[in-house]
């Protein structure tokens, strides 16, 4: 667990339900990155995309707000099912990390531009086991593919934004098989819409999302697609 400031402390205890999804950052870093290169068409109706960056809080946050988006659920990816807790899981010795399942439609919105989104105001792709503040394996960048085609777009857009130089590290972002995903808890699903005047949600999510309306007009949606 990641050591807070007083401040963030005071914020977190007058919070509901803040325990363990510690200080993402607020968005103050987001940029609009180039589209992927790659990024080939999918004939299906629809398809999914397993990502993992920091507190699913506010991923889910973001994809929610994002058209041709169907449905977003937190949960827990990159372990087995036995220990697919968040007690366990915020001990960051169960391979787990906190994640969201886009479900969304190829027609409307590519893999390719999930990604762009998720790294451009989503996540931190350059920290390792960390995002911001949240400390642990569990909060870990990490995209699992669902097939060959999503491993490729992945790969090559992560070798694209390191050769543009688009952070100013290399993105650290891990690309590995989705093995399982487990959905959250319910008082995990659609945090950020059911308490956006939590100081955590206020503070650190609620900038994504603006990041989101204000990088890609076009994704936008302003009535989020929900799970409860």
């Given amino acids: 667990m990641a050591k807070l400031s007083s401040f963030l402390a005071a914020a977190l205890m007058s919070a509901p339900l803040l325990t363990g999804c510690l200080a993402a950052g607020p968005g103050a870093a987001a ?47 990159g372990g087995h099912q036995a220990t697919a807790q968040y007690e366990l899981v915020s001990t960051g010795t169960t391979g787990h990390a906190e994640s969201v399942k886009i479900t969304f439609d190829p027609k409307v919105i590519s ?27 569990q909060y870990r960048s990490e995209i ?37 995903f487990f959905k959250a808890e319910d008082y995990h699903q659609d945090y950020l819409v059911r308490h956006p005047d939590a100081p955590y949600i206020a503070t650190y999510d609620l900038p994504k999302v603006a990041a989101l309306k204000a990088l890609f007009p076009a994704n936008y949606r302003p009535t989020p697609v929900t799970v409860l």
């Fill in 144 to 180: 699992f593919y669902t097939d060959p085609g999503q491993k490729e777009v992945a790969q090559r857009y992560i070798v694209q934004l390191d050769a543009a130089k688009a952070f100013k590290s290399p993105i650290a972002t891990r690309v590995d098989p989705d093995i399982g």
């Fill in 31 to 77: 940029a609009r990155l180039p589209a992927p290169a790659y990024d080939p068409p999918v004939a299906a109706a629809s398809e999914t995309a397993v990502l993992s960056g920091g507190c699913f809080w506010g991923v889910q946050g973001v994809f929610e707000h994002v058209k041709g988006v169907k449905r977003v659920l937190a949960g827990y990816a």
């Fill in 111 to 137: 893999y390719g531009q999930i990604l762009r989104i998720f790294f451009s105001v989503a996540t931190d792709p350059t920290q390792v086991n960390q995002q911001f503040p949240d400390e642990g394996t």
